[in-house]
């Protein structure tokens, strides 16, 4: 069930990240559904699910773009071990944890994306893209966050509870 | 409570093999021997987006409140593409008249419509805005190949990268790795366009006494041979000069808006020099 849920969850994100998030934009940044999903869900139920998610996301999402496979799933596995870091390492306010952390994955997943194209010999100007792009993005899916936590919260209410297994 | 003594280094396990993997498809896959089969592969995803494109696209209709609202905007939209149309056209004109016709023609580009051009809908753009590309609905199947130039009516948009079977991404002007060498059209000042994710900039070659004017159109000048020259990639909105500065700079505003992007032209008969 909970597998069915993470598909769905991530291949509605990943089209719609594709297809309609790019038509959100303000201010020049348009949100990361599949970095809320996954970072929301790693706030929910741990990391390890939220590393799952991203490894589904960012494979689909690698199919979208330009590039190399593999290059979002790395950066997405990336954001979710920070926001399950995050999670582990502070205990604070229900509003604030997702905020910083929405903010927080944002900035890694972008910087993951910099550093990979730099390595690949692209030639990037990072403090621009730094300006007109990740600092809005960042601002954008912390906003957005908060809210996908409670909706993801819900999910994983009315899924059958499992063992008492880590996740 | 969760066990957080065994969770963190499962999980911290867990994510060590998914970086790992990642890390070695990306080097796997970034080799031009792949290319073939990464674009084959990318291609796959693009039925899924080109149907989810055009339910998002009938929604955005039905949210247009009402009929005669979505009419008025289809009417503007049909206007500003005109409006685009009728300034490329100006740009071309104003480039036309400073530089040697002879020369143009010789070079092989006087129009971009002077190409064979086919026609393709955009059904996809790029997840991330570092990256910003556009998905299109042809492919190898259709004679599409890497490095062909796509354009719209108002202009360059940028050039082929991947080519599925019967899609292919295309990126744009503004992507962050984006590098197109143009000239001013009035003042003739050589320059190379930088996509910065959103917006897009341009490093200026100086020359003694000669500054762009707020307004002015960039066209591509064809250096480097990526680019067939004359295609209009913007129109330079602000100007900076420092008389201390080896290169000028200036931003750009580009001919196309690349968020409501909807059909653009690829032009076949025209291969980058490699």
Redesign the interface.
């Known amino acids: 069930m909970r597998a069915a849920l993470g598909a769905g969850v991530v291949i509605l994100a990943?089209?719609?990240?594709?297809?309609?998030?790019?038509?959100l934009?303000v201010a020049?940044?348009?949100p990361?559904l599949?970095v809320l999903a996954v970072v929301g869900w790693t706030l929910v139920a741990?990391?390890?699910s939220g590393?799952?998610w991203?490894?589904a996301g960012?494979l689909?999402?690698?199919?979208?773009?330009?590039?190399?496979?593999?290059?979002?799933?790395?950066a997405l596995?990336?954001a979710?071990?920070a926001a399950?870091w995050c999670q582990?390492s502070f205990h604070a306010e229900p509003l604030l944890l997702p905020f910083a952390t929405g903010a927080l994955a944002t900035v890694v997943?972008?910087l993951v994306?910099?550093g990979?194209?730099d390595t690949?010999g692209?030639?990037?100007?990072l403090v621009?893209?730094l300006q007109?792009?990740?600092a809005p993005?960042a601002l954008y899916d912390a906003v957005l966050m908060p809210a996908v936590v409670l909706l993801l919260r819900g999910l994983d209410a009315r899924l059958p509870q499992r063992s008492?297994a880590?996740? | 409570m969760?066990?957080?003594g065994?969770?963190?280094p499962?999980?911290?396990r867990?994510?060590v093999s998914?970086?790992f993997?990642?890390?070695?498809?990306?080097?796997?896959?970034?080799t031009p021997a792949l290319a073939g089969p990464?674009g084959t592969?990318?291609g796959?995803?693009a039925p899924?987006?080109a149907v989810?494109?055009h339910a998002?696209d009938h929604f955005?209709a039905g949210l247009g409140l009402l009929q005669d609202a979505g009419r008025q905007r289809a009417d503007n939209r049909k206007l500003q593409a005109e409006n685009r149309a009728l300034k490329r056209q100006v740009a071309e004109l104003q480039a036309a008249g400073s530089e040697n016709a002879d020369l143009r023609q010789a070079l092989g580009f006087q129009k971009s419509f002077g190409h064979r051009l086919l026609a393709a809908s955009v059904i996809?753009?790029?997840?991330?805005?570092?990256?910003r590309?556009v998905?299109i609905d042809r492919g190898r199947a259709q004679g599409i190949e890497p490095g062909l130039i796509v354009v719209s009516g108002a202009g360059l948009v940028g050039r082929v990268?991947?080519v599925g079977q019967h899609s292919a991404?295309v990126?744009t002007l503004v992507?962050?790795?984006s590098?197109v060498n143009a000239y001013t059209a009035t003042s003739g000042l050589d320059a190379t366009v930088?996509g910065?994710?959103?917006?897009i900039?341009m490093v200026v070659l100086p020359k003694p006494g000669v500054v762009a004017q707020p307004g002015e159109w960039a066209l591509t000048s064809g250096i480097g041979g990526t680019y067939p020259r004359g295609i209009v990639v913007g129109q330079v909105a602000v100007f900076h000069r420092r008389d201390s500065a080896t290169v000028e700079t200036a931003e750009l505003a580009p001919a196309n808006d690349f968020?409501?992007l909807s059909t653009v032209l690829v032009i076949l008969d025209w291969a980058p020099q490699r």
Not at chain 1, 14 to 23: D, E, H, I, K, R
Not at chain 1, 122 to 125: A, D, K, S
Not at chain 2, 124 to 131: F, M
């Open positions: 990943v089209l719609l990240q594709v297809t309609l998030a790019p038509s934009s020049g940044a348009f990361n599949i741990g990391a390890g590393l799952r991203a490894l960012g689909l999402l690698d199919l979208a773009a330009p590039g190399p496979l593999g290059l979002h799933a790395l596995a990336m979710a071990y399950g582990r997943y972008n994306l910099l990979a194209a690949l692209q030639n990037v100007l621009p893209v007109s792009w990740v993005a008492a880590p996740r | 969760r066990p957080a065994r969770a963190q499962r999980s911290t867990l994510f998914i970086a993997g990642s890390a070695l498809l990306v080097l796997l896959t970034q990464r592969l990318k796959l995803a899924f987006t989810v494109t998002v955005d996809a753009r790029s997840p991330d805005g570092l990256t590309s998905t990268t991947d991404i990126q992507d962050a790795s590098r930088i910065e994710g959103g917006p900039s968020g409501s």
